[in-house]
């Protein structure tokens, strides 16, 4: 009985979470100039399309920004590992002076 | 304790003297200037700190003794043995650098070169204020982020929940 009503509340909690994702995604699809706001728009499938994914990518250059921020993402990440990994080197097993100074 | 420090520095308060400083190395509109300033990130040396000191003592002794130097140290015992934590470290870099939207606005200045954070308001302007081209831009970006969500959960749960932060 506790397990069950630990998993409802397991499980509202998953949907408040996900509440906003499933907005974005119904929005959408919707036809332009149709927001989802009232109970209606939300049963309402009959006028989902993909208009809108065809638009905006042939219109904006977002695939272009996709592949900007994984070539960023993926070059900070590797460098920055890199480095933070001989500075912890550092810290952790070589002797120098000012080194309880400057990590404690 | 000085590098700890530069965790309490916020974004906001270094965005002038980082942006005098990217202007004067001509690096505005170019994609270094997002990658240089988050090369350093002290909770990355401070999580890599604490899983080095894991490392036995002997190891480096013995290395020590066989004659290698500080970076065949670095390279041959503590990289392979802290792998599993350098993993974790840098999918929390990724998320971070992905999803850090400040200082990629004011840094990119031309549409080619935006990235995914920074390009999303180019959607909303005054004149229109239908959400669904915004909203969808946002599917398109949150599509990629949650398949390798999916791919690597177990990886990204267990980083969050050793560093303590998230993105």
């Known amino acids: ?104 | 304790m000085l590098i700890v420090s530069g965790l309490l520095i916020p974004t906001e308060a270094i965005l002038i003297p980082l942006y005098e400083t990217a202007l004067h190395l001509q690096l505005i509109d170019n994609i270094w200037a997002i990658i240089l300033p988050g090369l350093t990130n002290p909770i990355g040396i401070l999580l890599l700190k604490q899983f080095m000191d894991g490392v036995p003592r002997d190891y480096i002794e013995a290395a020590q003794i066989d004659g290698s130097r500080s970076f065949r140290l670095w390279w041959s015992i503590c990289l392979p043995l802290t792998r599993s934590a350098m993993v974790s470290v840098g999918i929390f870099f990724f998320i971070l650098s992905w999803n850090n939207f400040l200082w990629p606005y004011l840094a990119i200045t031309s549409e080619e070169n935006m990235i995914l954070s920074a390009g999303l308001p180019t959607f909303l302007s005054n004149n229109n204020m239908s959400l669904n081209l915004i909203m969808t831009a946002s599917a398109i970006a949150a599509i990629p982020t949650i398949l390798v969500f999916i791919l690597l959960q177990r990886h990204i749960v267990q980083g969050v929940a050793m560093s303590g932060v998230k993105g």
């Open chain 1, 1 to 104: 009985m506790k397990k069950l009503a630990l998993n409802i509340a397991a499980v509202l909690l998953a949907l408040l979470f996900v509440f906003p994702l499933i907005w974005m995604f119904l929005t959408s699809l919707k036809p332009d100039g149709v927001n989802v706001y009232t109970l209606a728009d939300w049963v309402n499938w009959s006028d989902l399309n993909t208009d809108n994914y065809v638009k905006v990518i042939r219109d904006s250059q977002i695939l272009h920004w996709t592949w900007n921020s994984l070539v960023i993402g993926v070059l900070t990440t590797v460098i920055s590992i890199l480095l933070s990994s001989l500075a912890a080197f550092s810290f952790s097993k070589l002797p120098f002076r000012t080194r309880g100074y400057s990590m404690c």
